[in-house]
């Protein structure tokens, strides 16, 4: 159960803060992140090691997930580049959710429809010595993961 904790606080949360972006892969092609990770329909469901049916349900519909890291210091981009990343990806389509200004943080929210249904989120977590960006193709059914985040957080408290 640690293990999904783990997964939701770290990068499951950020996205639903979150198809593949175009924008990014550009970005990603101009600009080596220092680190990545990327989590595949199967990866993802091998991390349920509880058989939580919740989180089965709430996992089903996602394809991939990629997480780029970037240390700044060691960079060639500037703050230009980021806004015109996010410009980028309003023009591709990503319709901003949630802006959150936080501790230093700027965390960016984007999701992608097509014919009405989810296809994809992204998420650009910026502060003075990272960015981190999340790009999902597929989807998450918020309505679910907040069932499941407040079964997850009863669980913490010791109540039924």
């Known amino acids: 159960m640690k293990r999904i904790l783990i997964l939701f606080y770290s990068v499951l949360i950020p996205l639903v803060l979150l198809s ?22 199967s990866t993802i469901k091998m991390l349920n090691t509880e058989n939580e049916p919740a989180f089965e349900d709430l996992i089903k519909d996602i394809e991939k997930i990629m997480v780029l890291y970037y240390i700044k210091e060691k960079q060639q981009f500037n ?68 069932d499941f985040k407040n079964k997850i957080d009863l669980r913490k408290t010791g109540l039924p």
């Open 20 to 41: 593949q972006s175009r924008s990014i892969e550009r970005f990603r092609k101009s600009y080596k992140e220092d680190q990545n990770l990327f989590f595949y329909s």
């Open 79 to 146: 703050d230009q580049e980021i806004a015109d990343l996010k410009n980028e990806l309003e023009n591709e389509k990503y319709v901003p959710l949630l802006l959150i200004n936080e501790k230093g943080s700027e965390i960016n929210l984007y999701k992608r429809d097509r014919k009405n249904k989810t296809v994809g989120f992204a998420a650009l977590i910026d502060n003075t010595q990272n960015l981190v960006i999340i790009d999902v193709k597929g989807s998450i059914d918020f309505r679910k993961f907040m």
